[in-house]
């Protein structure tokens, strides 16, 4: 599409170009100096064809130097024009052929994104047709139009770069949707196997004791109770949980551990990588405790994503000497 519309302005450019010059060459009065006529169109010529044809490495923005060369080429032309006839023959309409032309650089300076180039040129040939041909006279004779196309371009040169701009924020946005939605689909398909595996193990534990009405055996008990931690575990922090996770939290509960599991988001915002190396570093924590209360959380914190927390079974909260383990696991390695 840039690619089109490009196209489009530069042939528009150079369209124009071409009718300037072709009508300067079409003297109705002989100039007293031919040759500096001559000169002053292959002057614009060459100056117009480099600032519309001339690629630059930085895109659409011609280099600061070539917009030098314009504002130098735009006071140079006026008086070589003017020089080379008699001041009745100034005002002749072969005569006046570089107020439009120098309309027409100052409008591709500010395209190639030389806003101050392009308006010095129109500065530049508003002073030379005012001292050549007097005010009134340069304004009726085209200065207008050639300040009112520069206005125009200014104005469609903010507004396309406000469009760009903006059009760039909504992609980025609709990227960023995109993505979060994508991730609340893995995590909700993940919480749905999750949970699917714990009614699986739960299920006939369940069914057993709603069949005998609660009464249970010493092992159907111990079946029920895992089963019950399981679940809980699943629902309360499936993100800190792996086979080796829950086969440690498994053991801990077999010896007569209490095992409670909080996640409050700790894990969120990391790569998938770095998760897995907390859960197995989880893991062989939870395998080489041995105190009768464990509490794993992994809250939202800048530094810490899981704290493990090992406390005796008969060890009051308050009582700070009952802390047999402390573990924490950084977020970043």
Same mark, same amino acid.
């Given at each position: 599409?840039? /690619?089109?519309?490009?196209?489009?302005?530069?042939?528009?450019?150079?369209?124009?170009?071409?009718?300037?010059?072709?009508?300067?060459?079409?003297?109705?009065?002989?100039?007293?100096?031919?040759?500096? +006529?001559?000169?002053?169109?292959?002057?614009?010529?060459?100056? +117009?064809?480099?600032?519309?044809?001339?690629?630059?490495?930085?895109?659409?923005?011609?280099?600061?130097?070539?917009? =030098?060369?314009?504002?130098?080429?735009?006071?140079?032309?006026?008086?070589?024009?003017?020089?080379?006839?008699?001041?009745?023959?100034?005002? @002749?309409?072969?005569?006046?052929?570089?107020?439009?032309?120098?309309?027409?650089?100052?409008?591709?300076?500010?395209?190639?994104?030389?806003?101050?180039?392009?308006?010095?040129?129109?500065?530049?040939?508003?002073?030379?047709?005012?001292?050549?041909?007097?005010?009134?006279?340069?304004?009726?004779?085209?200065?207008?139009?050639?300040?009112?196309?520069?206005?125009?371009?200014?104005?469609?040169?903010?507004?396309?770069? /406000?469009?760009?701009?903006?059009?760039?924020?909504?992609?980025?946005?609709?990227?960023?949707?995109?993505?979060?939605?994508?991730?609340?689909?893995?995590?909700?398909? &993940?919480?749905?196997?999750?949970?699917?595996?714990?009614?699986?193990?739960?299920?006939? *534990?369940?069914? /057993?004791? *709603?069949?005998?009405?609660?009464?249970?055996?010493?092992?159907?008990?111990? !079946?029920?109770?895992?089963a019950e931690g399981r679940l809980r575990d699943e629902l309360r922090g499936a993100s800190l949980?792996?086979? @080796?996770?829950?086969?440690?939290?498994?053991? @801990?509960?077999?010896?007569?551990?209490? *095992?409670?599991?909080?996640? &409050?988001?700790?894990?969120?915002?990391?790569?998938?990588?770095?998760?897995? !190396?907390?859960?197995?570093?989880?893991?062989?924590?939870?395998a080489r405790a041995d105190t009768g209360r464990l509490i794993i959380r992994a809250a939202r914190?800048?530094?810490?994503?899981?704290? =493990?927390?090992?406390?005796?079974? @008969?060890?009051?909260?308050?009582?700070?000497?009952? *802390?047999?383990?402390?573990? !924490?696991?950084?977020?970043?390695?």
């Amino acid at each position: 599409m840039n /690619r089109s519309v490009r196209s489009v302005a530069t042939a528009l450019a150079v369209g124009f170009a071409v009718y300037f010059a072709a009508r300067a060459v079409w003297w109705i009065v002989q100039p007293t100096v031919p040759l500096l +006529m001559v000169a002053a169109i292959l002057l614009y010529l060459i100056v +117009m064809m480099a600032t519309v044809l001339v690629e630059a490495p930085g895109g659409m923005q011609m280099p600061l130097w070539w917009g =030098v060369v314009a504002v130098v080429a735009s006071a140079a032309i006026p008086p070589m024009v003017s020089a080379s006839l008699l001041p009745i023959h100034r005002t @002749a309409p072969f005569a006046t052929w570089y107020i439009g032309a120098l309309g027409l650089l100052a409008v591709v300076c500010i395209v190639r994104r030389r806003a101050i180039a392009g308006w010095l040129v129109l500065l530049v040939l508003t002073t030379s047709s005012t001292v050549y041909l007097g005010v009134l006279v340069a304004l009726e004779l085209g200065l207008v139009g050639s300040i009112m196309w520069t206005i125009v371009a200014q104005l469609l040169v903010v507004f396309w770069d /406000r469009a760009v701009r903006d059009t760039e924020h909504l992609a980025d946005i609709q990227q960023a949707v995109s993505a979060w939605h994508a991730t609340q689909l893995v995590r909700q398909r &993940e919480r749905r196997v999750r949970v699917q595996y714990a009614l699986g193990t739960a299920g006939p *534990v369940l069914t /057993r004791t *709603v069949a005998s009405h609660g009464h249970l055996t010493e092992e159907e008990r111990l !079946e029920a109770r895992l089963a019950e931690g399981r679940l809980r575990d699943e629902l309360r922090g499936a993100s800190l949980l792996n086979d @080796a996770v829950r086969d440690a939290i498994q053991h @801990a509960r077999l010896r007569g551990a209490a *095992v409670t599991v909080f996640d &409050e988001g700790g894990l969120e915002e990391l790569d998938e990588q770095r998760r897995a !190396e907390i859960r197995d570093e989880l893991a062989d924590v939870l395998a080489r405790a041995d105190t009768g209360r464990l509490i794993i959380r992994a809250a939202r914190d800048s530094k810490t994503a899981v704290t =493990v927390v090992g406390r005796s079974s @008969a060890g009051d909260s308050s009582d700070e000497d009952s *802390v047999g383990l402390w573990h !924490e696991i950084p977020r970043e390695r």
